[in-house]
C-alpha cells in the first residue's frame, strides 16, 4: 500500500526485454534500507524489486502490466514519480493507493492558475463513474484531488511544490498517465450494483 506523495524521483538507466520487461532505476534512496522482494511505486505502478546496486534497484514487468500502464513508452533517461511502501505508523498524507493502475488517462489541456496547473484529463467511459468532484485519484503515482467532473473528463490543480518534487513539472498535453481510481469509490459503487 501507498500513499501517492512522491518521495524520489527516478531515472530509467536501463530497459531489457526478456521474458518480461526489465527495468533499471536509478534512486536517491538508500538501497541499504530495501530489501529484494520490496515493493515501490513508479510513477504509480506497484512493482518488486529483483536486484539491488548502490544508486539503483530492478524490477520486472509483465505483459499484463505493460497494457494497463504507460510503461511501455518508458526510455531511457526518463524520469519516472517513486515511492516506498507504507509501514505502519507511517503519516497518510495522500489517500490510499494500492498501485493497482486501472487504465490510463490523457492530459487534454493545461492551463495556469497563479502558481498552480490546472490539468483537464480524459478517463476511460468505464472508469469515469468512479471519479467524483472532490474525490481523490492517483496519477503517476500522484495523489491528487478531483475538482471538477464534466463526463468523462476530470481536472485537478496541481501546485508549484507538486510541479518541483515529481514529474508533473515537464509534462505536457497528449501525454498518457497512470490512473488508479480510488478503491473506496470502487467498492461503493460494487456496492450499489449488488443492491440494484
Avoid at 3 to 9: A, L, Q, R, S, V
Avoid at 24 to 43: F, M, Q, V
Wanted: with cysteine; glycine share 12%.
Amino acid at each position: 500500500m501507498f500513499t501517492g506523495i512522491i518521495t524520489d524521483i527516478g531515472e530509467i538507466r536501463s530497459l531489457e526485454h526478456a521474458g518480461d520487461l526489465r527495468a533499471r532505476i536509478g534512486t536517491g534512496y538508500d538501497t541499504n534500507g530495501i530489501d529484494i522482494g520490496a515493493s515501490i511505486a513508479c510513477s504509480g505502478v506497484c512493482l518488486t524489486v529483483v536486484q539491488l546496486g548502490p544508486d539503483w534497484f530492478d524490477v520486472e514487468i509483465s505483459v499484463e502490466t505493460l497494457n494497463k500502464t504507460n510503461i511501455g513508452t518508458w526510455s531511457e533517461g526518463q524520469k519516472v514519480n517513486l515511492e516506498r511502501a507504507l509501514k505502519v505508523g507511517d503519516e497518510l498524507g495522500g489517500h490510499i493507493v494500492s498501485g493497482h493502475i486501472d487504465g490510463l488517462a490523457e492530459i487534454v489541456q493545461m492551463r495556469s492558475e497563479g502558481d498552480s496547473v490546472r490539468y483537464t484529463f480524459e478517463a476511460p467511459r468505464a472508469l469515469s463513474r468512479f471519479i467524483a468532484p472532490k474525490g481523490s485519484v492517483a496519477l503517476d503515482g500522484t495523489s491528487l484531488t478531483v475538482n471538477e467532473v464534466d463526463d468523462t473528463r476530470f481536472g485537478v490543480n496541481i501546485i508549484r511544490h507538486t510541479q518541483e518534487v515529481t514529474t508533473w513539472g515537464v509534462s505536457k498535453v497528449g501525454d498518457r498517465v497512470n490512473l488508479e481510481i480510488d478503491t473506496l469509490a470502487r467498492y461503493v459503487a460494487r456496492l450499489a450494483e449488488m443492491q440494484e
